[in-house]
Antibody, heavy 119, light 108 residues
């Protein structure tokens, strides 16, 4: 059974750093495209970052230069390192596995971890 | 980036109603469209992909159609567990994946 479990969220001051994790089971993270997405309180869904199976990474313009996606194959875990955090980064952060059919969509999602950026 | 415009933003409906939600892309996306259902406090759940293909385990009352820039999600007979928020998402323009703003189904 595919499972994704995020952790690491919390309250952080503006300008601070935080790393969130996504532990996967039931499949091998390095064989799939994996993404981070987020949802600000009461708002819609926003794609944040993707790491391809080959290791290439891409970011939304809103986080480029501040966030870094990575994975640890030995732990089958995906990470999102978030630096220079802003109040507008406050959101529930989801990791998602991606599947190919006319392109890559999100077939499994974790339960999310809340990141609150506030002084 | 491709913009996705969903309508309506909310809908008051009753159990047993037929419901259609539409999604328009700012340019053609060649059926690279997915639909998700999200209940309050929960993660989104994949319903359909490639515009009309039903994800395994999703009830057959959900269906999708469309082409080019215009797509729709139809629920043939609304059930109590279907009251949720629905999002469309294009995956034609990669890696800039974009979502519609959501449609919330409310009990009439």
């Amino acid at each position: 059974e595919v499972q994704l479990v995020e952790s690491g969220g919390g309250l952080i001051q503006p300008g601070g750093s935080l790393r969130v994790s996504c532990a996967a089971s039931g499949f091998t993270v390095s064989n799939y495209y994996m993404s981070w997405l987020r949802q600000a309180p009461g708002k819609g869904l926003e794609w944040v970052s993707v790491i391809y199976s080959g290791g290439s990474t891409y970011y939304a313009d809103s986080v480029k230069g501040r966030f870094t996606i990575s994975r640890d194959n030995s732990k089958n875990t995906l990470y999102l390192q978030m630096n220079s955090l802003r109040t507008e980064d406050t959101a529930v952060y989801y990791c998602a596995r991606m599947k190919l059919e006319l392109g890559y969509y999100f077939d499994y999602w974790g339960q999310g971890t809340l990141v609150t950026v506030s002084s | 980036d491709i913009q996705m415009t969903q309508s309506p933003s909310s809908l008051s409906v009753s159990v047993g109603d037929r419901v259609t939600i539409t999604c328009r892309a700012s340019q053609g996306i060649s059926n690279s469209l997915a639909w998700y259902q999200q209940n309050p406090g929960k993660a989104p759940k994949l319903l359909l992909y490639a515009a009309s293909k039903l994800e395994t385990g999703v009830p057959s009352r959900f269906s999708g159609s469309g082409s080019g820039t215009d797509y729709s999600l139809t629920i043939s007979s609304l059930q109590p567990e279907d009251f949720a928020t629905y999002y469309c998402q294009q995956y034609f323009s990669i890696p800039q994946y974009t979502f519609g703003q959501g449609t919330k189904l409310e009990i009439k």
